[in-house]
Nanobody, 114 residues
Framework: VQLVESGGGLVQPGGSLRLSCAASASLPSQYAMGWYRQAPGKQREFVAA???????NYKASLKGRVTISRDTAKNTMYLHMNNLEPEDTAVYYC?????????WGQGTQVTVSS
């Protein structure tokens, strides 16, 4: 399965973006899907995930500003981000995993700057 992120770009503080992650094949519900990000000089960190049991997890500090969703018919996952801050600047990666697989996309750059 290949994952392709899109939707990144330059946005002003307070702005919004919607990131997309398109999968090359259908993803069974037993796969967990999520978003991670990596800022310059920092380790990759968890942002949000759709768990296999249908629950949703968010990084605590981002809860309320980000929303993860999925369109099963389009094999696409989304990350809506609101009220963006300069500290949100990072490369955002989507991830699909199960007990036997762990796929990553190539990432999409999000830059929050005035």
């Amino acid at each position: 399965v290949q994952l392709v992120e899109s939707g990144g770009g330059l946005v002003q503080p307070g702005g919004s973006l919607r990131l997309s992650c398109a999968a090359s094949a259908s993803l069974p519900s037993q796969y967990a899907m999520g978003w991670y990000r990596q800022a310059p000089g920092k380790q990759r960190e968890f942002v949000a995930a759709l768990m296999r049991d249908g629950s949703i997890n968010y990084k605590a500090s981002l809860k309320g500003r980000v929303t993860i969703s999925r369109d099963t018919a389009k094999n696409t996952m989304y990350l809506h981000m609101n009220n963006l801050e300069p500290e949100d600047t990072a490369v955002y990666y989507c991830n699909v995993r199960s007990l036997v697989i762990n796929y990553w996309g190539q990432g999409t750059q999000v830059t929050v700057s005035s």
